[in-house]
């Protein structure tokens, strides 16, 4: 995987990347929604509420997710950032598909809970990860490169755990809870298969671009950025509800 390379020599990438920081810092704390996993209080009450099959509400609600998730797209956009072919794409949002599906799934259906900040600061994290990946860091300070496929299922399964935490923290009904959550992952892979066709498209036209290596070092700067400013309102989340 093509990784950057480049230093913060240039004082135009360090302003950039200063600057976007704390743009981006101001936009999340005025969101006012320390958890990444937050659900609109419209679509809590009308989880609580509903009783029974409804494959079509819940497969809207799984899309919505993702679509709005913006823990998920800035990993899902630090995956595919250096992939240039369809196939390796198709490998590495699978196994973050897979990852997510199978603990949300089991997640809810078997009760599996954990404290919502410490599972949302960990997919903070992934978001750090991904970027330092990029920007290959972990050649040049521990002198090899982790496996990037499995650290995508690994994280994948972080991130659905983090779903079905807040999903469990409603409390759906038990009738019809295997075929409503099913066609909420199918939502959801919907909704993932959206952001990623957006993500590529933007991609292919910026990869045009001659400044793009240049510009992709400060990108994942931002994303890098945008990780621990999840991590540390998980953290302070944490700390003030307890």
């Known amino acids: 995987m093509t990784t950057v390379h480049r230093g913060w020599a240039d ?10 920081s704390i743009t981006l ?3 999340v704390l005025s969101a006012g929604h320390a ?17 029974g099959v409804n494959i079509i509400p819940f497969m809207y609600l799984g899309a919505k997710h993702m679509v709005t998730g913006y823990d998920h797209i800035l990993f899902l956009l630090g995956v595919v950032f250096f992939l240039y072919k369809m196939k390796d794409v198709g490998i590495y949002v699978s196994l973050f598909a897979l990852g997510h599906s199978t603990t949300m799934l089991a997640g809810v259906w078997f009760g599996w809970g954990i404290n919502a900040y410490i599972i949302d600061a960990i997919i903070g994290l992934s978001v750090v990860y991904k970027a330092l990946d990029n ?14 496929k499995a650290a995508t ?7 659905g755990t983090g779903l079905a935490t807040k999903i469990l923290d409603y409390e759906i009904a038990s009738d019809g809870l295997l075929a409503n959550l099913l066609a909420f992952n199918v939502g959801v892979e919907l ?3 959206m952001a990623l066709a957006v993500i590529l498209i933007v991609m292919g036209y910026w990869r045009k671009s001659p400044n793009f290596f240049r510009q ?3 990108a994942n700067v931002v994303m890098m950025s945008m990780g621990f400013i999840l991590i540390g309102l998980q953290i302070t989340g944490y700390f003030v509800a307890t």
């Open 216 to 218: 992709a070092y400060t």
């Open 11 to 20: 004082p135009g990438i360090r302003r950039i990347a200063i600057l976007s």
């Open 191 to 193: 909704g993932q298969i």
């Open 25 to 27: 810092a101001a936009l």
């Open 35 to 51: 958890l990444a996993h937050n659900v609109t209080e419209g679509d809590a009450g009308y989880i609580q509420e509903i009783w």
């Open 153 to 159: 299922l690994i994280f994948g399964f972080f991130h």
């Open 135 to 148: 920007l290959g860091a972990y050649q040049r300070w521990f002198g090899f490169q982790p496996n990037t």
